[in-house]
């Protein structure tokens, strides 16, 4: 993975919004620290600003979060405005299931619950579009946790999609990508959603808690491949373009535990 080179004096940066006082950017911040990037952490739900440009940032990631984007709640109002910043400089910027959510309402595509009632919560299949392929290559399975998706906002281009919630992963314009799953989580993670959040294992499509594990066991190792080379080419996608072609055995070298 390549480090970004660090300058004392302007240490580079990437900002992340979480949603809860308890909340990490577990797996991502991880492997962007690992890259040498500094995390500027911001949570705007308990008051915390979002700057008025990302030009001392190198990009921008908002996690998610058990609220919903079209709950009337001012920092949710505020927060989906902000995301015009990243669009306008054409800065990285990274949704994750939440955070995909607000891009989409920022672009003008609804956000809802599923026609049914169903719900995400555990591992679940996804398939990438001829796009998604053509960028790189995907997991086949992914951890889910939520209850609302999103419709495919207009002029972005879908690049993994599933079955009880189509839109799984896109882009829109040249630096901005919305992820429905978690990429993100760690194994501890994994217990304390799954210990707090053991009430929603009750609802339609949900999955029991050992299946959570299971699942993890099954399909973490090419989730956490994905994510490093995502990254790489979110950060950079010029070189990842190149390193992807050279480096298809680096899931040899990104096996450690968390």
Same mark, same amino acid.
């Given at each position: 993975?390549?480090?970004?080179?660090?300058d004392?004096?302007?240490?580079?940066?990437?900002?992340?919004?979480?949603?809860?006082?308890?909340s990490?950017?577990?797996?991502v911040?991880?492997m962007?620290?690992?890259?040498?990037?500094?995390?500027?952490?911001?949570?705007?739900?308990?008051?915390d600003d979002?700057p008025?440009?990302l030009?001392?940032?190198?990009?921008? #990631? #908002?996690?998610?979060g058990?609220?919903?984007?079209?709950?009337?709640e001012?920092?949710?109002? +505020?927060?989906?405005?902000?995301?015009? &910043?990243p669009?306008?400089?054409?800065?990285?910027?990274?949704?994750i299931?939440?955070?995909?959510?607000?891009?989409a309402?920022?672009?003008?595509?609804?956000v809802?619950?599923?026609?049914?009632?169903? #719900?995400?919560?555990?591992y679940?299949p996804?398939?990438?579009?001829?796009?998604?392929?053509?960028?790189?290559?995907?997991?086949?399975? &992914?951890?889910?946790?939520? +209850?609302?998706?999103?419709d495919?906002?207009?002029?972005a281009?879908?690049?993994?999609?599933?079955?009880?919630?189509?839109?799984?992963?896109?882009r829109?314009?040249?630096?901005?990508?919305?992820?429905?799953?978690?990429p993100?989580?760690?194994?501890?993670?994994?217990?304390?959603?799954?210990?707090?959040?053991?009430?929603r294992?009750?609802?339609?499509?949900?999955?029991?808690?050992?299946?959570?594990?299971d699942?993890?066991?099954?399909?973490?190792?090419?989730?956490?491949?994905?994510?490093?080379?995502?990254?790489?080419?979110?950060?950079?996608?010029?070189? !990842?373009?190149?390193?992807? !072609?050279?480096?298809?055995?680096?899931?040899? !070298?990104?096996v450690? !535990?968390?």
């Amino acid at each position: 993975m390549p480090r970004k080179d660090r300058d004392p004096l302007h240490p580079p940066k990437i900002l992340i919004v979480l949603h809860q006082e308890t909340s990490t950017p577990g797996r991502v911040g991880q492997m962007l620290t690992r890259r040498g990037y500094l995390l500027d952490i911001r949570r705007p739900r308990l008051g915390d600003d979002l700057p008025d440009t990302l030009a001392g940032h190198d990009g921008a #990631v #908002v996690f998610g979060g058990p609220m919903s984007c079209n709950d009337d709640e001012d920092y949710i109002r +505020r927060e989906i405005d902000w995301l015009a &910043v990243p669009l306008r400089e054409a800065k990285p910027y990274l949704g994750i299931c939440l955070g995909a959510q607000m891009l989409a309402r920022q672009l003008g595509a609804p956000v809802g619950p599923h026609a049914h009632g169903r #719900v995400e919560i555990g591992y679940y299949p996804i398939r990438p579009t001829e796009p998604g392929k053509a960028l790189m290559k995907w997991p086949a399975e &992914v951890y889910q946790w939520h +209850r609302e998706g999103f419709d495919l906002p207009r002029g972005a281009t879908l690049l993994a999609e599933g079955d009880d919630f189509p839109n799984q992963a896109y882009r829109y314009g040249p630096a901005a990508y919305g992820i429905q799953f978690h990429p993100e989580l760690t194994l501890a993670m994994m217990y304390r959603w799954t210990t707090f959040g053991a009430p929603r294992f009750a609802l339609p499509g949900a999955q029991g808690r050992d299946h959570h594990f299971d699942g993890r066991a099954r399909a973490d190792a090419a989730v956490r491949l994905w994510l490093d080379r995502f990254l790489d080419l979110w950060l950079d996608p010029c070189g !990842a373009a190149a390193r992807e !072609a050279s480096n298809d055995d680096r899931s040899v !070298a990104i096996v450690a !535990a968390e």
